[in-house]
Structure formats: C-alpha cells, structure tokens
C-alpha cells in the first residue's frame, strides 16, 4: 500500500525553527509537495521538489532524499500567522497525489 | 490566486437524497479534481477530470459521479447521500499532471443527516 507519515502535532516558539518531517512509501516517485492549510481554509502551495536537495524559499526549505523515502519542510524566523496545517503530497507513478494526514502546527508567543 | 469557485459553501442534506456539488474555473486548466478532507485523513481523490468529458476514477469514488460538460465546470454528484459522506470536499485544478501544482477552491462542507 501507499502511505506517508508526518507527526499529528508539533508545537513551536514564536521567531523559533521547526522542521516537520515526512516519510513516504508509495508506488513510484514523481515529486513531493508541500501544502499550508489554515483552518476552515483550503490548501495552498508552499513548495515541489524532486530532485534530492534543499529548496529554499524565504523562511521556508523544504528537503528531499529519494534514496531514504524522505522531506522535511524547515521553517524559521517563526511568525504567529504560520499557525496552519502542513501537508506533505506525493505523486505517484500514476502522477496522482497522494496525501499525508498534515502536521498541526501552534505557534506560542 | 486561481480563480476557482465552488457551490454551495455549505449545505446539510438528509440521507438518500440526490446532492450535486459545482466547481467553476477561469484559468482554463486542463485537470480538474474532487476531493474530500476528513479529520484524520489526507486528502483522498475522488475522481479527477483530464478534459472535457473525459475523467476517471479516485481511491474513494464509490458513491460519487462526475461531469465535466465544458472546461470551466466539474460536477461532484453524491446519488443517494449517505452519513459517511458527511465530509469537507474540495476541488482542485492543475495546468497539467507532472510537475505542476493544484489549486484548490475554497471548499464545500457537507453535512449529511
């Protein structure tokens, strides 16, 4: 079967660094995403890697190893509005997503 | 931000009852995409759409029908609603399928009594 595993809740430091991890086991690799979910909101793109490395993106990077089935999205300078779900997609050798349940993420000042 | 727009926002219906979901695009994306958001769950697919009448099956489409009549609309019709589809379900739609990223609508919440 498919799955990725990210951690349901992780709690942070305003101006603080979080890394949130994903793994992922699916049925061929076409890229993974990052998603920002706000509550009662709907998703919204934060970053695509698929070729192994760091993505750097402002105060978001996102990593990826193909070899160990791995990311994580690093987040810095931690601000209260990054309070949000991140979810962390994989698409598959047929290019559907395949989604993570998302990380929760709270932001304490 | 993808002008993508769903309808209803919200709406509670009864079980067995027929309920029809409209999702409306102006970017003029070829694939366009049903989802449904559960608490505890990633996103699951329910079906997706790779052009004007032509669509296929998500890991959860039992239930579910599509149509997509012209590019800018993809239709999510739930038959004979049942408890179990009481769910958030959001639409998202992607210039193409490697690579490129989905935009989602704003969502519909759908309570099903």
């Known amino acids: 079967g498919q799955n990725i595993d990210q951690p349901t809740e992780m709690t942070a430091t305003e101006g603080a660094i979080v890394q949130i991890n994903c793994t992922y086991q699916?049925?061929?690799?076409?890229?993974l995403f990052w998603y920002q979910q706000h509550a009662g909101e709907a998703p919204t793109f934060l970053s695509y890697?698929?070729l192994d490395g760091l993505e750097e993106k402002g105060r978001f990077s996102s990593f990826l190893s193909r070899s160990k089935g791995y990311s994580y999205l690093l987040l810095k300078e931690l601000q209260m509005k990054d309070s949000a779900s991140y979810l962390c997609?994989?698409?598959?050798?047929?290019?559907?997503?395949?989604w993570g349940a998302g990380t929760k993420l709270i932001i304490k000042p | 931000d993808a002008g993508i727009t769903q309808s209803p926002r919200h709406k509670v219906t009864e079980t067995g009852t027929p309920v029809t979901l409209r999702c409306h695009q102006t970017?003029?994306?070829?694939?366009m995409y049903w989802y449904r958001q559960d608490p505890g769950h990633g996103l699951r697919l329910i079906h997706y759409s790779y052009g004007v009448k032509d669509t296929d099956k998500g890991e959860v489409s039992d239930g579910y029908s599509v149509s997509r009549s012209k590019t800018e609309d993809f239709l999510l019709t739930l038959e004979s609603a049942t408890s179990s589809q009481t769910s958030v379900y959001f639409c998202?739609?992607?210039?193409?399928?490697?690579?490129?990223?989905?935009?989602f609508g704003p969502g519909t919440r759908l309570t099903v009594t």
């Open positions: 699916t049925s061929g690799f076409n890229g």
């Open positions: 997609a994989v698409r598959d050798s047929n290019y559907q997503l395949i």
């Open positions: 970017e003029n994306h070829r694939y």
């Open positions: 890697n698929v």
């Open positions: 998202a739609i992607s210039e193409g399928q490697s690579s490129y990223e989905q935009y």
